[in-house]
């Protein structure tokens, strides 16, 4: 199956700081990236759709300017918290779109802890 | 009319048990239904998946059923081992073309316990 990779899995941080997570599409390459937070016991809430080479999209009500989204190549998006505050902490997840198989791949998750 | 509304919030069921999850949607305009498993700690991995052209699709100890009229889908887990406790998602999303490009909602999740 089609694997993708989410680097750090864990970071803990000073509030003031920035945070970069890496998701890498390891065996395919992914046009098509999303973002999701996921609070504890709750369901996961998209924030942004990051397509290769153009700017993302967020989803209403995600500050752009707080979450940065790069997806520079067709197996890399990259999520950066800017200027982090311990009201960001929470599990983020990616997932990758398969052109071949039609179907997303989520990432194993990064818990962000922002003291 | 975006949300996908899922049921029940938990559940208990012993070994060997036929566990059921429901969701309902009201966007008609929703043509790819996939099921995630969810592990604590872990992202969600794909389960198994319909689209609305069939009313049942079978991959091994897990059925979908879907009723197009009623738009609401399930999720049976035939056989259930204590191995299946996790918590599962239903969710939904527009093809964008002839891909499910289309971003997933999320239903609320279903936290399954299966007692051995």
């Known amino acids: 199956g089609a694997v993708v990779s989410q680097h750090p899995s864990r970071v803990i941080c000073k509030s003031g700081t920035s945070v970069k997570i890496e998701c890498r599409s390891l065996d395919f390459q992914a046009t098509t990236m999303f973002w999701y937070r996921q609070f504890p016991k709750k369901s996961l809430m998209l924030m942004a759709t990051s397509n290769e080479g153009s700017k993302a999209t967020y989803e209403q009500g995600v500050e752009k300017d707080k979450f940065l989204i790069n997806h520079a190549s067709l197996t890399l998006s990259t999520l950066t918290v800017t200027s982090a505050h311990p009201e960001d902490s929470s599990f983020y997840i990616c997932s990758a779109y398969n052109d071949r198989t039609d179907t997303q791949y989520f990432g194993p998750g990064t818990r962000l802890t922002v003291l | 009319q975006q949300q996908v509304k899922q049921s029940p919030q938990s559940l208990i069921v012993q070994k060997g048990g036929i566990p059921i999850i429901n969701c309902a949607y009201e966007?008609?305009?929703?043509?790819?239904f996939p099921w995630y498993q969810q592990f604590p700690g872990k992202g969600p991995a794909l389960l198994i998946a319909?689209?609305?052209?069939?009313s049942e699709k079978k991959e091994g100890r897990f059925t979908i059923s879907f009723n197009k009229s009623a738009k609401q889908f399930s999720l049976h887990i035939m056989d259930s081992q204590p191995g299946d406790s996790a918590t599962y998602f239903c969710a939904a999303s527009m093809s964008e073309g002839s891909s499910n490009t289309g971003k997933l909602i999320f239903g609320q999740g279903t936290t399954l316990q299966v007692k051995p």
């Open positions: 319909i689209r609305p052209d069939v």
């Open positions: 966007n008609t305009a929703f043509d790819y």
